[in-house]
């Protein structure tokens, strides 16, 4: 069983740049979410994806966009990166027939935006 | 108030001792607890759901007091390879837009175990 992969793992951005990150859920989980820890700080929900479309998403701009494919692979889009934007994005992944909310972690893209 | 909030910490213990870690949250309607543990630089994993009757898992046990909206997590016989944060985790109810998977997460309490 592979577990939740994501890329790239570190990224160096500037203001007012975009930036795709990428997240292959574990097998068997069709959820996904993202979320973004910032330095000394826990993570903070972002949105999640189910069947290819956001059904919740937290206190996080426009500019903060995703998508969901059909095999349940992810994408996080940030458009015009702002400093306070550089954080560890963090990729989750759940299936909703078995404890949705029991989630597994990917080891993160480390964004930082100059 | 935040909705979670944790011991700012860090603990520094030597091994072999029993360390409490506290957490409270504001959403009386919480559905869900968790205690995650996030290694340096790594990406949060579960340790342990908290349920209300209380659990133990090894050294580990986690207590919710509902009425109290207050979480707990025991560490007794402390190890080295314990030093990690430890991260409260309140899932809210599920009325929040479909969104099952929103995990409230407390900013952690940095535990340091020593030789």
């Known amino acids: 069983e592979t577990g939740v992969t994501q890329s790239p793992t570190h990224l160096i951005k500037t203001r007012g740049q975009q930036v795709t990150l990428r997240c292959s859920s574990q097998?068997?989980?069709?959820?996904v979410s993202w979320y973004q820890q910032a330095l000394g700080q826990g993570p903070q929900f972002i949105f999640q994806?189910?069947?290819?479309?956001?059904?919740g998403r937290g206190n996080f701009p426009p500019r903060f966009s995703g998508l969901q494919f059909p095999n349940y692979s992810s994408e996080l889009n940030v458009n015009a990166l702002e400093l306070d934007d550089s954080a560890l994005y963090l990729c989750?992944?759940?299936?909703?027939?078995?404890?949705?909310?029991?989630?597994?972690f990917g080891a993160g893209s480390r964004l930082t935006v100059l | 108030r935040k909705e979670v909030e944790q011991d700012p910490g860090p603990f520094n213990v030597p091994e072999g001792a029993t360390v409490a870690f506290n957490c409270t949250y504001s959403?009386?309607?919480?559905?869900?607890f968790f205690w995650y543990r996030q290694d340096c630089r790594k990406e949060p994993k579960l340790l342990m759901s908290?349920?209300?009757s209380g659990n133990e898992d090894g050294r580990f046990t986690a207590q919710l007091n509902r009425a109290s909206q207050y979480i707990s997590l025991l560490i007794r016989d402390s190890k080295l390879s314990d030093s990690a944060t430890y991260l409260c985790v309140v899932n809210p109810p599920m009325n929040y837009g479909g969104a099952t998977n929103k995990l409230i997460f407390g900013t952690g309490t940095l535990l340091a175990v020593q030789p």
């Open positions: 994806y189910y069947r290819e479309e956001e059904n």
């Open positions: 908290v349920y209300s």
């Open positions: 097998s068997g989980h069709n959820t």
């Open positions: 959403n009386s309607a919480s559905q869900s």
């Open positions: 989750a992944s759940s299936s909703i027939s078995s404890g949705a909310n029991v989630l597994t």
